[in-house]
């Protein structure tokens, strides 16, 4: 019987709803004619009186409810909007009827005087009262379906979290009854929420004692709904959970959540939930200020860091966005990415270009150049793997060195206002040439700054989670073949950031740059690499030794086993930004330093050699001549400690390289 009526409520629409509005407009002056007179039989001399004034505004009040839209709504879902369309367009009525009465009706004796005066006042409040509870039974009605449809042998969910998102995932969860979960507690650390309802859900306590509401309810499942929170706080909830043996998830991090369902959203807890740091906010103003109506490059746009780089650079509404790569596959996905998702998503305000272009070929990049005229460049164009780029150091010049410098020289041709090169830690007193040539590409950078006296300038940073290649993907597909997981050292320790706190970092330096700076991003405290593979395979759902072995191969050639962020020579200061930081050359401030890095940084005094050095190091590559090639890495950059490779090759013989590359291009 029950379950019926509900049915026939909910049965209910807006049609149904204007024809209970005239049986109650009808009604409402009547019971407030009874309730002012206190007695029914006192009415017979105001009957007619009555039914002008029920037809009037009866008719009245239909004209501004339909022109308030209330019969548009769907009551079912009804929620604050509603509550406040619903009071509002009472109060407009009430308002205007009351007007009518005392202004029109009153002074033109069409209700006499003897007519109560406070009929409009009693009447417009039984009227409130009325239509908004027959709108709000419906309401109920759905809320009381919606718990019924909840099976008692639903799994009992706790939710750690009693904020925005864990309010969305409890009134998801009682939307969708087919998930079988059903909220019954939240904790939260927040103490003005304690012992609070959240919708029908009540705060419990703490994260301290997850324990003993899991034991107490018999929870099956913890739901972790905080994305801004750190990954300490969650690989804390993530352990306790672990030991109760209760399973758990959790929404992604505030960068992920960019549209859609909480809990559509949820997944299991990956290992860039437990290496999550505070949410990182940006000047926008700023960035937008700096983006929006330019025209903006980004090279290696199908990478991991330029692929983010195009999503984040569309929000601020470049008047083009170009995106430059050599890979067609990467380009292509990036594209189509752009196109349909955020196109729609910036209603078509950018247009997307792309380009398949090798940043080592000057002629075409000039055209490139000439055509797009970009007023921003961001070059995160390179070749990255240390192993690879140890085998093949010739490419790793020619990409990472000869690109960059054909980037920043047809830059200043072309008055690019800004070039912002993407550099890495492997980058400070490198051991591998991938680490080396990212240093010589930095140096290329600065000297373009001095000598143009543009802002062009690098910004430094360690190892991002998720990206191609990197350690995390590695180690998921060895724990999905079976094992082992493979560690170069128990010792190495490595930085770690996520993609998309990095781009954003990115944009704020771009903001920031005057000339030549090197900004470098504040990347925490590192991480083990083995206690990451250990994360991993609790994460899992495994144990190291009994379903995956850990194997220390060593230390591969130009790998590290610490990275740095800084030279000795490099004074790092904290930019106006708390997470960026901003290096100076000590050699700027007359402080001593070694002859051999008074070379490398004071390029007024030995800016032809430098460039001179570059150019021989750039021909050497092209001829692939190898053992030259090492000995002018070290040449350049003397803190590289690569040097098992480095041949004997005289500067003679570098001078006949030249010459020979000369003539054969002539």
């Not at 085998?391 to 020289?409: C, F, H, M, R, W």
């Not at 300038?457 to 998720?466: A, D, I, K, P, T």
Request: charged fraction near 25%.
């Amino acid at each position: 019987m029950k379950k019926r009526f509900i049915k026939t409520i909910l049965r209910i629409r807006n049609r149904q709803l204007l024809l209970l509005d005239i049986i109650i407009l009808l009604l409402s002056p009547l019971i407030s004619l009874i309730m002012r007179l206190e007695a029914f039989t006192a009415i017979d001399k105001l009957i007619s009186p009555l039914v002008i004034y029920t037809i009037i505004f009866m008719l009245l009040r239909l004209s501004i409810f339909k022109f308030m839209n209330f019969y548009t709504h769907y009551w079912r879902y009804a929620d604050v909007d509603e509550i406040a369309a619903l009071a509002f367009g009472s109060t407009i009525s009430w308002f205007v009827c009351s007007i009518v009465f005392f202004a029109v009706l009153k002074p033109a004796r069409i209700i006499p005087l003897e007519f109560p005066n406070s009929m409009p006042f009693i009447d417009g409040i039984i009227t409130m009262v009325l239509i908004a509870a027959v709108r709000f039974t419906i309401r109920i009605a759905y809320v009381v379906n919606e718990r019924s449809g909840m099976d008692e042998d639903s799994k009992k969910v706790l939710i750690v979290g009693a904020g925005i998102a864990g309010s969305m995932i409890v009134k998801e969860l009682r939307t969708n009854p087919h998930l079988a979960m059903r909220p019954v507690a939240f904790v939260d650390d927040d103490r003005t929420k304690q012992n609070a309802f959240i919708n029908g859900v009540k705060v419990v306590g703490s994260l301290a004692d997850i324990p003993k509401v899991v034991r107490e309810n018999n929870i099956s499942e913890v739901i972790i709904a905080m994305p801004t929170v750190s990954g300490k706080v969650i690989r804390n909830v993530v352990n306790v959970c672990n030991e109760l043996k209760v399973k758990n998830k959790t929404i992604p991090g505030v960068f992920e959540i960019l549209a859609g369902s909480a809990v559509a959203q949820l997944r299991e807890i990956q290992i860039e939930d437990l290496l999550r740091r505070d949410i990182v906010e940006i000047n926008e103003i700023n960035v937008e200020k700096l983006i929006q109506g330019t025209w903006v490059m980004v090279t290696g746009a199908g990478g991991s860091i330029g692929s983010e780089l195009c999503r984040q650079i569309s929000r601020f509404r470049p008047k083009e966005l170009i995106m430059l790569g050599h890979g067609e596959n990467t380009i292509f996905n990036i594209a189509n990415e752009m196109k349909t998702k955020h196109g729609v998503a910036i209603s078509q305000a950018v247009k997307f270009k792309t380009v398949i272009a090798d940043i080592r070929d000057q002629k075409r990049m000039g055209y490139v150049m000439e055509k797009c005229k970009p007023q921003i460049i961001f070059h995160a164009a390179a070749h990255k793997h240390v192993g690879l780029m140890e085998e093949n150091a010739p490419d790793a010049v020619s990409n990472n060195i000869a690109g960059t410098q054909n980037l920043v020289e047809l830059a200043a041709i072309h008055g690019v206002q800004k070039f912002v090169m993407i550099s890495s830690d492997k980058a400070v007193n490198p051991t591998g040439v991938m680490g080396v040539t990212k240093r010589i590409a930095e140096l290329v950078v600065h000297d373009a700054a001095e000598r143009y006296q543009r802002p062009f300038v690098v910004v430094r940073f360690g190892n991002v989670l998720g990206s191609r290649g990197s350690v995390v993907p590695i180690f998921k597909k060895q724990i999905n073949d079976g094992g082992p997981i493979t560690i170069t050292h128990p010792d190495v320790t490595r930085f770690f950031m996520t993609i998309p706190e990095a781009v954003r970092l990115v944009l704020q330096a771009c903001a920031l740059g005057m000339r030549s700076e090197t900004f470098v991003l504040d990347m925490g405290q590192p991480v083990k690499i083995v206690e990451l593979a250990r994360d991993l395979i609790r994460l899992s759902g495994l144990e190291e030794g009994t379903d995956i072995d850990i194997v220390f191969t060593g230390l591969v050639k130009g790998e590290k086993m610490h990275e740095e962020l800084f030279y000795g020579h490099e004074l790092a200061e904290r930019s106006t930004h708390e997470k960026i930081f901003v290096c100076k050359d000590i050699v700027d401030q007359n402080i001593a330093l070694p002859k051999s890095e008074i070379a490398i940084n004071n390029f007024d005094n030995d800016q032809s050699a430098f460039m001179q050095d570059i150019n021989i190091l750039i021909d050497a590559a092209k001829m692939d001549k190898t053992e030259l090639v090492y000995q002018l890495l070290k040449k350049i950059v003397p803190q590289y400690s690569g040097e098992e490779r480095i041949g004997n090759h005289s500067d003679r013989e570098a001078q006949r390289i030249i010459k020979k590359t000369t003539e054969l291009a002539s």
